[in-house]
């Protein structure tokens, strides 16, 4: 099968659906496919990485909502190169969208997944009606609707009034023992290397819930609860707003923000750490507690759609409401005497990843492909 991945972001930008995208390319030339990925030239990229398969950036555009002939005019030619019989758009809008409206010229179908952050309530695109009404006609009239969470699928049936997205998830990696990466060489404080230390890794945004984390050591640390340092690595927006609440509950010996990480170091900080914490407001199926899981930490995570797919409160982790410091406070302060069930949770957690593999992750989207291209595109629902 020829596949075309088609994304509005891509690598060298590092975040969540780029990632999928790329594992889910290497999967599927692994399983005998052909693949070539189509994405925007993300800003600032001066020199195009190297990569095992092709990947074709077209031009930015003023606007993605009246200038998109640059990927039309670059998908139409890729097609000629490759003859695709498939085209795997992520995000509903613009890709799927692009992807929906080219299908009919070019003879093959559309499949397209949500990442959550373009059919979320509020979202910049769902604000707007012209953006709006086109996510709907192309899940409506597509010829397949996926989503990375439940709570995603929802989303997509409500916005559509019946019930049209197929839950895929994402998968993970099992990584082997890590050794330290250089790299880290002193980046991690004098506290976090002698005493240990818990984990969160994500961007920094809003929707990660990281201000509600913080103030739940706030509130431990006047219960007088003591506990391992927290590392926060990653970069984004909200970091600025992070260090006033850390100064905020005079933290700035038990909360440590490391930035970036790689692949390598990400690897050796799972799997060192005593807890990792996914605090998110919003979330699609986040990679993170999927990585985490195969490095067989110890979870806690709040109970919304994504999280609680993968975590099950009391079998593999921990769930507390979100936006609730209270709750995580209470939940952090009870782990402190819970080595016996945290090390129940490790192997449950390895367990879940294991059944998430990329392979399996591949297969269920190759199923849904070869379901479209049987019925020459039309739109396939869920049973």
């Not at 001066?46 to 039309?72: I, Q, T």
């Not at 190169?81 to 085209?87: P, T």
């Not at 997205?165 to 993970?172: C, E, H, Q, R, V």
């Not at 994504?306 to 209270?326: F, H, M, Y």
């Amino acid at each position: 099968m020829n596949i075309c991945l088609f994304t509005a972001s891509f690598l060298p930008k590092v975040a969540g659906m780029e990632i999928v995208i790329d594992r889910l390319a290497r999967e599927y030339i692994a399983m005998g496919h052909r693949v070539a990925v189509l994405a925007k030239t993300p800003r600032g990229m001066k020199e195009a990485p190297a990569f095992d398969y092709p990947v074709c950036y077209y031009k930015r555009s003023m606007s993605e909502v009246w200038f998109n002939g640059a990927p039309k005019r670059m998908l139409t030619r890729l097609h000629r190169q490759y003859r695709f019989d498939v085209i795997h758009a992520h995000q509903i809008y613009p890709t799927g969208y692009l992807g929906w409206k080219m299908s009919g010229k070019l003879g093959i179908p559309t499949v397209m997944t949500s990442h959550v952050g373009d059919v979320r309530e509020g979202s910049r695109l769902r604000k707007k009606p012209v953006t709006n009404r086109r996510m709907i006609e192309a899940m409506t009239s597509g010829s397949a609707v996926t989503g990375v969470g439940r709570g995603v699928c929802d989303t997509i049936d409500a916005m559509v009034g019946f019930r049209r997205a197929f839950y895929i998830g994402n998968g993970a990696d099992i990584p082997l023992p890590p050794p330290e990466p250089p790299s880290l060489a002193g980046r991690l404080p004098v506290p976090a290397a002698e005493r240990g230390f818990d984990l969160t890794l994500c961007r920094l945004h809003a929707n990660k819930g990281l201000t509600c984390l913080i103030d739940a050591l706030g509130i431990l640390k006047k219960r007088g609860v003591g506990r391992p340092p927290l590392l926060m690595a990653g970069t984004g927006r909200e970091e600025a707003a992070i260090r006033a609440k850390i100064a905020q509950h005079g933290l700035e010996n038990d909360v440590f923000l490391i930035g970036q990480v790689n692949a390598a170091e990400r690897d050796w900080l799972m799997s060192r750490c005593r807890l990792f914490l996914q605090p998110s407001v919003v979330e699609g199926m986040p990679m993170t507690v999927l990585e985490a899981m195969a490095s067989s930490c110890a979870l806690i995570g709040t109970d919304i759609p994504g999280i609680r797919e993968l975590l099950r409160d009391g079998v593999n982790g921990r769930l507390v409401p979100p936006g609730n410091p209270e709750a995580l406070a209470d939940a952090l302060e009870a782990s402190a005497g819970e080595s016996g069930t945290l090390d129940r949770f490790r192997a449950a957690a390895r367990e879940t990843a294991e059944a998430n593999s990329w392979r399996a992750v591949a297969g269920q989207y190759i199923q849904l492909f070869e379901r479209t291209i049987a019925v020459n595109g039309r739109p396939v629902l869920p049973e």
